[in-house]
């Protein structure tokens, strides 16, 4: 590759950002497709197409390389601006975080992740520390910002209601079922019934509301 012979030529050059680039890509599209313990440097050099000393000069294992991979392009879900309304706001960040989910294998991503747990853990608390809390950030601040505004109610348990909108995302795949169109919308929606401050209102009212009821014929 060109990268390389100039880097032959040139020993003490800048790394080239497009072979960065590329054996990132190429180390999590195999860690995706096959795995940790499948996947090798050889395997990225060759999927990258550079050399495996432009490999080795960058990363000296595979552990180095599948942690610079993972944190690669990771932070992409796109934040909804602070006007947006709370509800809308929440199916916006839904759809992303499903987007990456299921779009780009990241079931398969996570899938492999945990199978490394225990013999290399510091892939899942990466995952955990740049994926999971981003996202889990991400719609906290969202609902902590509908509180602020008077839409989210005061008392709202917002941990729980987010563990529940990320965790329906896993239930759903692990279903194996074709998910609906409008189901992040259902998700946002059953949540909403529980947090927002009008639904919440409403039902007051309706509780404080007299019930009119029609007297029995007389017999």
Not at 30 to 47: D, F, N, W
Not at 96 to 110: C, K, S, T, V, Y
Request: some cysteine; charged content about 30%; aromatic content about 6%.
């Amino acid at each position: 590759p060109q990268a390389d012979e100039a880097g032959r030529r040139s020993p003490g050059r800048p790394r080239s950002r497009n072979a960065d680039e590329a054996i990132l890509d190429a180390a999590l599209k195999l860690l995706t497709e096959q795995g940790y313990a499948r996947m090798s440097l050889e395997g990225i050099a060759a999927a990258a197409a550079v050399s495996r000393p432009t490999l080795y000069r960058r990363w000296s294992s595979k552990a180095d390389v599948a942690m610079a991979a993972l944190a690669h392009r990771i932070d992409v879900e796109e934040i909804p601006t602070p006007t947006t309304p709370t509800r809308d706001a929440l199916a916006s960040v839904m759809r992303n975080i499903a987007a990456r989910l299921f779009r780009d294998n990241g079931m398969n991503l996570l899938g492999t992740l945990l199978a490394e747990e225990t013999q290399t853990p510091e892939l899942i608390r990466l995952f955990r520390d740049r994926v999971f809390r981003r996202r889990f950030e991400m719609l906290r601040g969202v609902l902590e910002r509908g509180r602020e505004h008077g839409e989210v109610r005061a008392d709202a348990d917002l941990e729980t209601t987010v563990h529940m909108m990320i965790g329906a995302m896993y239930a759903q795949y692990m279903s194996g079922r074709r998910p609906p169109r409008d189901w992040l919308e259902r998700i946002v929606q059953a949540v909403w019934r529980g947090v927002g401050e009008a639904e919440t209102a409403n039902r007051k009212r309706a509780r404080l509301t007299p019930t009119r009821c029609s007297a029995a014929p007389a017999r």
